[in-house]
């Protein structure tokens, strides 16, 4: 599984961004796809996640503000990013889960930059 991520940039506060990752290989084996984020200095932590089925998490922080969709015909999961703040500002990783044998794959990263 080969993940490349765009769509980063700078973009001022109240903002929108929407990151793209296309998925190629052996897809049919991907459980869930989701989006990371890495802030400077601090752990990579998790977006969001949409599964096979469609089902979607959100982490706290993005709940209303952050979408995660996939279009299956074009094997690319997207991430629309509205009302932008500074705190956003990490390099987002996209990820693909495959449950068994239990394996993370990531994209490249990708950095959004908010700017008050």
């Known amino acids: 599984v080969q993940l490349q991520a765009s769509g980063g940039g700078l973009v001022q506060a109240g903002g929108s961004l929407r990151l793209s990752c296309v998925v190629s290989?052996?897809?049919?084996?991907?459980?869930?796809l989701g989006w990371y984020r890495q802030a400077p200095g601090k752990q990579r932590d998790l977006v969001a996640t949409?599964?096979?089925?469609?089902?979607?998490n959100y982490a706290d922080s993005v709940k209303g503000r952050f979408t995660i969709s996939r279009n299956y015909a074009e094997n690319t999961v997207y991430l629309q990013m509205n009302s932008l703040n500074p705190q956003d500002t990490a390099v987002y990783f996209c990820?693909?889960?495959?449950?068994?044998?239990?394996?993370?794959?990531w994209g490249q990263g990708t950095l959004v930059t908010v700017s008050s």
């Open positions: 290989g052996p897809i049919f084996s991907i459980n869930s």
């Open positions: 949409i599964s096979k089925g469609g089902s979607t």
């Open positions: 990820n693909a889960k495959i449950v068994w044998p239990a394996t993370d794959y």
